[in-house]
């Protein structure tokens, strides 16, 4: 009967874990998103090396998928290629990530710790949110294709020039660019909805990626025009880097990755602090 009652007495006290909040966001401005790139320029001054080196990657992948296409007529190579190179490149975003944490703690640089941190990123939620952004983006490139085959019907084109030609001279042509470019914008909003916030924080705080994916939401929809600001300074960006042969990546991405890391902050309340 004592034994009874001690195991009652002990059960008692065990007490359900409290369930974890919901990360606190912040309503920012566009000085903060001024503020964060500065913050991205400085720390790609600070360690260039690291920064120049996962810049380098995103290039290389991105003239191997377009010379696959273009030059060597294996393009049969080119949407994996592409869908690889999606699931590989959040890990080398993570890279960038590491490099701004450890400046902003004062703590060492060093190759081994930053591969170290993409390497644990294996097991944890950030693989699943590389699969969101390649399920998007197959989204994407099946929207092309129905597209075309709306607009354009299924004719062959001898050469690529002859498809441009037939895209920008044509009223079917015209009309498949202005319905796929308002198809892309909403693709693209639903994308950085998605993961503007949402990689740093599963590298800072282990969350799931549902909730990742949902307060990256709600950083967009409290903070609107300084979101969607910031995502046209992307692509903007991304489009004149691309245009020299994929070269001005090299800077361009890890300054951007840094920013991202700069905008999180600002975004997001620190677990501890909440």
């Not at 004062?106 to 591969?115: D, H, P, Q, V, Y």
């Not at 042969?245 to 920013?259: K, N, R, S, Y």
């Amino acid at each position: 009967m004592a034994e009874d009652n001690d195991n009652t007495n002990a059960t008692s006290l065990i007490k359900p874990a409290a369930p974890r909040k919901a990360p606190i966001v912040l309503e920012i401005t566009l000085n903060d998103v001024i503020d964060a790139l500065s913050a991205g320029l400085q720390d790609f001054r600070k360690a260039p090396v690291y920064g120049l080196a996962f810049g380098a990657f995103f290039a290389i992948g991105g003239i191997l998928i377009v010379l696959t296409a273009a030059a060597f007529n294996m393009s049969y190579l080119s949407y994996p290629l592409a869908a690889g190179f999606v699931l590989i490149g959040p890990f080398a975003a993570v890279g960038i990530y590491e490099v701004s944490r450890r400046l902003e703690r004062n703590e060492a640089l060093s190759w081994g710790t930053i591969f170290r941190t993409m390497w644990d990123q294996k097991g944890r939620e950030l693989s699943w949110m590389a699969f969101v952004v390649l399920f998007i983006q197959i989204m994407w490139m099946y929207q092309v294709r129905l597209l075309l085959a709306i607009f354009m019907g299924f004719r062959s084109f001898a050469s690529f020039g002859e498809f441009i030609s037939e895209i920008v001279n044509t009223p079917e042509g015209l009309m498949f660019l202005a319905i796929g470019h308002v198809v892309g914008a909403i693709l693209s909003l639903i994308l950085l909805s998605l993961t503007v916030i949402s990689f740093p924080l599963l590298l800072e705080e282990d969350r799931d990626f549902i909730t990742a994916m949902i307060t990256s939401v709600k950083a967009v929809v409290v903070s609107p025009v300084p979101m969607i600001s910031w995502a046209i300074v992307v692509t903007i960006t991304l489009i004149v880097s691309i245009a020299p042969a994929f070269i001005g990546l090299v800077v361009t991405l890890p300054v951007l990755g840094h920013t991202t890391w700069h905008l999180y902050r600002k975004c997001v309340v620190p677990e501890d602090a909440g």
